[in-house]
Nanobody, 115 residues
Framework: QVQLVESGGGLVQAGGSLRLSCAAS????????MVWYRQAPGKQRELVAL???????NHADSVKGRFTISRDNAKNTVYLQMNTLKPEDTAVYYC?????????WGQGTQVTVSS
């Protein structure tokens, strides 16, 4: 099993920045990829960015050029650097670990962007 703990959410003004963290523990050697999702009120959960075990990254079109996913293997942590935030980025952000035995989710962290 893999345990995930997100942190770094908060309230920020439009144009500001936040960095989310997702710390993994447990059977981290089984992780194939780490993914950030977000879910805004009344909307479906959407993929924001992912990073594979090989380091390949991908970002949703809506955040390209503003958000960057990265990882620190020594800390077993994945980050989501969010710049030039917009009110439409307001959501609960979740990280997910895709492993050989299934998917594991964190508890989520709230990001609120005021206009």
């Amino acid at each position: 099993q893999v345990q995930l703990v997100e942190s770094g959410g908060g309230l920020v003004q439009a144009g500001g920045s936040l960095r989310l963290s997702c710390a993994a523990s447990g059977s981290i050697f089984t992780i194939n990829r780490m993914v950030w999702y977000r879910q805004a009120p009344g909307k479906q959960r959407e993929l924001v960015a992912l990073i594979t075990s090989g380091g390949t990254t991908n970002h949703a079109d809506s955040v390209k050029g503003r958000f960057t996913i990265s990882r620190d293997n020594a800390k077993n942590t994945v980050y989501l650097q969010m710049n030039t935030l917009k009110p439409e980025d307001t959501a609960v952000y979740y990280c997910k670990a895709n492993t050989i035995s299934g998917d594991y989710w964190g508890q989520g962290t709230q990001v609120t962007v005021s206009s």
